[in-house]
């Protein structure tokens, strides 16, 4: 699986977008990006995956650059209760295994 | 539907002791996993069933045994414990045989090995 490289942490205010980024330059052709979150002590929740069109569905929006080296999680108007851990996750679709989650970016959502 | 539940939430063993975490979903889900996930740390695999009937290890198999009851349900035992399994344990499930994709995960049990 292709690594991706996130910032440790970010802030946001109530209301406003949150765009997370996550780059992933060894990426490879049959490589899908996914991104989970995790709140406080609660197990991973699954956000949104894409493989090169932006994606966009109820929670998020996933756009990845044509070249497919990075991709932007954006949540269009974050509240409190997205401040979490954001993982950004690089996997051939349809893959066995685990998961391999690195250390994510936290994100902190102020009021 | 409840999704993916756990049991027990929290669990105290002293060294030695066995017990088993119960898990199950009402997803109709294929495969289901068990990650351990220690403090400032990722998730790892324990083991996960791509189908009913099938078990594999998976990344930290060692001192865990699994078992695949049926399709709802995938259990995780601890034979002997020790202080080094201290974690939080998570079981997730998702839709295809093997695959990975969109994994549910259940709130987690917090153990404990003293």
């Known amino acids: 699986d292709a690594k991706t490289t996130q910032p440790p942490s970010m802030d946001c205010a109530e209301g406003r977008a949150a765009n997370l980024p996550c780059n992933h330059s060894?990426?490879?052709?049959?490589?899908?990006v996914y991104w989970y979150r995790q709140i406080h002590s609660q197990g991973p929740q699954y956000i949104i995956h894409g493989l090169k069109n932006n994606e966009t569905n109820e929670m998020a929006s996933l756009i990845i650059t044509e070249d497919r080296k990075s991709s932007t999680l954006i949540l269009p108007h974050a509240t409190l209760r997205d401040t979490a851990v954001y993982y950004c996750?690089?996997?051939?679709?349809?893959?066995?295994?685990?998961?391999?989650f690195g250390k994510g970016t936290k994100l902190s959502v102020k009021p | 539907n409840a999704g993916v539940t756990q049991t027990p939430k929290f669990q105290v063993l002293k060294t030695g002791q066995s017990m088993t975490l119960q898990c199950a979903q009402d997803?109709?889900?294929?495969?289901m996993y068990w990650y351990r996930q220690d403090p400032g740390m990722g998730l790892r695999l324990i083991y996960y069933s791509a189908s009913e009937g099938t078990t594999d290890k998976g990344e930290v198999p060692n001192g865990y045994n699994v078992s695949r009851l049926n399709k709802r349900e995938f259990s995780l035992r601890l034979e002997s414990a020790a202080p080094s399994q201290t974690s939080v344990y998570f079981c997730?499930?998702?839709?295809?045989?093997?695959?990975?994709?969109?994994?549910?995960f259940g709130p987690g049990t917090r153990l404990t090995v003293l």
């Open positions: 060894t990426i490879s052709g049959n490589e899908y």
């Open positions: 997803m109709n889900h294929n495969s």
């Open positions: 997730a499930s998702s839709s295809q045989a093997g695959w990975v994709n969109e994994q549910f």
């Open positions: 996750i690089v996997r051939v679709y349809g893959s066995q295994g685990n998961l391999i």
